[in-house]
């Protein structure tokens, strides 16, 4: 599947008078996976939530293409008292999934996760942060997204972990899902991202395709050479 899932225009925000996001724009394709790329308060997460409408923005435009949203944050929180089985039961409900679908649904990306099962009986708040940061992942993936955005996707995540993720993120996007993955972790992102929007003190510097022509440098030399050279846009 192609065409556009997400096209972000002109979106800035203002913090006490303080600019943190500048006329951003951008647009995810389905079936590619787009690396948002920024130093630490660049706005990435700022960015993140304003699409999402966890905070209002200023001005500017996001228009969805797409039918289900997911969502990674990168420090997932849960209420203390909720079991994780009775959460995935809730949101299948919600997505209309029948009964008799939804254990084989959630045994299904329990495996593809690498996440015990019998963590479900227990409250989700007294899982490790990784086990913590798999269930976000599983809860988000059972909807089947279209649109799966991931704020820092491999933090908490041991080295198998993390492979299992890119191979999970590639994956969607040979089903049609467009991907974004807002990251720190460059030569991670690296092995598996199709497009790169890279974001500098609130503004979106450069956009760019992997297959687009011209001279290449490994993805960590064009992050550096854009956050540190004058702004400019792709």
Not at 7 to 20: D, N, T, W
Not at 86 to 99: I, K, Q, Y
Not at 163 to 180: I, K, P, Q, S, Y
């Amino acid at each position: 599947m192609s065409g556009t899932a997400l096209v972000v225009r002109g979106l800035s925000k203002s913090f006490a008078g303080v600019l943190a996001v500048k006329d951003a724009a951008f647009s995810l394709e389905r079936g590619r996976i787009t690396a948002f790329l920024g130093e630490n308060g660049a706005g990435k997460t700022t960015t993140i939530k304003m699409v999402l409408g966890f905070l209002r923005r200023d001005s500017g435009e996001v228009m969805f293409r797409t039918r289900t949203v997911g969502y990674v944050p990168e420090q997932p929180a849960f209420f203390s008292w909720i079991k994780g089985g009775e959460l995935l039961d809730c949101t299948l409900r919600l997505h209309g999934v029948p009964l008799e679908r939804r254990k084989e649904r959630i045994v299904t990306w329990c495996e593809r996760l690498s996440l015990d099962p019998g963590l479900l009986d227990r409250r989700v708040s007294t899982y490790s942060q990784g086990n913590r940061k798999k269930f976000s992942y599983l809860q988000s993936l059972l909807v089947s997204p279209d649109l799966f955005i991931v704020d820092e996707p491999f933090t908490a995540l041991d080295p198998t972990s993390i492979m299992d993720a890119r191979r999970l993120f590639r994956g969607l996007a040979e089903g049609g899902a467009a991907v974004f993955l807002s990251t720190h972790l460059i030569s991670e992102v690296e092995k598996v991202y199709d497009d790169v929007v890279i974001i500098r003190r609130g503004e979106v510097v450069l956009r760019k395709r992997r297959e687009d022509p011209g001279p290449w440098a490994d993805l960590e030399t064009l992050f550096l050479s854009s956050v540190r050279s004058p702004s400019r846009r792709g």
